[in-house]
């Protein structure tokens, strides 16, 4: 197989690295994961990844806290779930660089974009946490931004749902799953593929975008190798 892309950013939602228990991390998916980014990475393949933290906090948690507080509660999840995907794809060989929106220099880097370019060029991976570092953006926004930054190929959504439907399938048995569709469409459709400031920034910037399920086999490597797996939101 050969790769399609040659520099990707790949998002990976906390809820995908829980597993089945909804909560906290599940070591045999995040070994999955980083046997398919070693694959990736020996192909030559530039790998940048940004990772939710819903599997420790997601939101407000129906409670009254401030949206500021909790958001930022939701960016140190994020750094939770940096962390770990680091060790595990440096335990494989493979050097690796966390940077963070927020300044938290004793752990990781903070994020500079012409370091992260930089370790591209040395084949490093480079994990961006901490969403974009402003309250009242999603991690989807984020992975938006940090492809639109370092000029990938295109943005990977790795979920727990192995596409876009016309409907939630976790509601209604009948929803269809959608093959390719443009950025306008999900937004006049209002259809939950991401957040509509992360869309409607892809859309601005002329960023692709593959919507596939992560428990897929090989998923991600196929995905990278330009295979026509999920669902792929583009101009046209």
């Known amino acids: 197989m050969q790769p399609k892309y040659k520099r990707i950013i790949l998002k990976l939602s906390g809820e995908a690295l829980a ?29 940048g990844i940004v990772l939710g933290g819903g599997n420790f906090w997601r939101g407000r948690q129906g409670t009254n806290m401030d949206r500021t507080t909790a958001d930022h509660m939701g960016m140190l999840a994020t750094v939770i779930n940096s962390l770990a995907m680091q060790d595990a794809i440096e335990a494989r060989g493979v050097p690796v660089r966390v940077q963070t929106a927020l300044n938290m220099v004793s752990v990781a ?4 974009l012409r370091k992260a370019l930089r370790h591209f060029e040395l084949g490093r991976v480079v994990i961006f946490a901490c969403g974009t570092g402003n309250p009242y953006c999603s991690t989807d926004t984020g992975a938006a ?19 876009v439907y016309d409907d939630d399938p976790r509601k209604n048995k009948d929803a269809k799953k959608i093959d390719a569709i443009t950025h306008m469409e999900v937004i006049n459709r209002g259809l939950k593929a991401m957040d ?13 975008v593959l919507v596939f399920g992560l428990s897929e086999e090989d998923a991600i490597v196929r995905a990278i190798c330009g295979e026509r797996i999920g669902t792929l939101i583009s101009a046209k």
Request: glycine share 8%; proline share 3%; charged share 25%.
């Open 109 to 112: 880097e903070p994020f500079i």
């Open 196 to 208: 509509t400031t992360a869309i409607t920034m892809c859309m601005d910037n002329d960023i692709p």
């Open 19 to 47: 597993g089945e228990a909804g909560f906290g991390l599940d070591e045999k998916i995040i070994a999955r994961v980083v046997d398919q980014l070693i694959r990736v990475h020996e192909m030559g393949v530039e790998i």
């Open 145 to 163: 931004l940090r492809t639109a930054e370092t000029n990938a190929d295109i943005l990977l959504l790795a979920k727990n749902i192995d596409g």
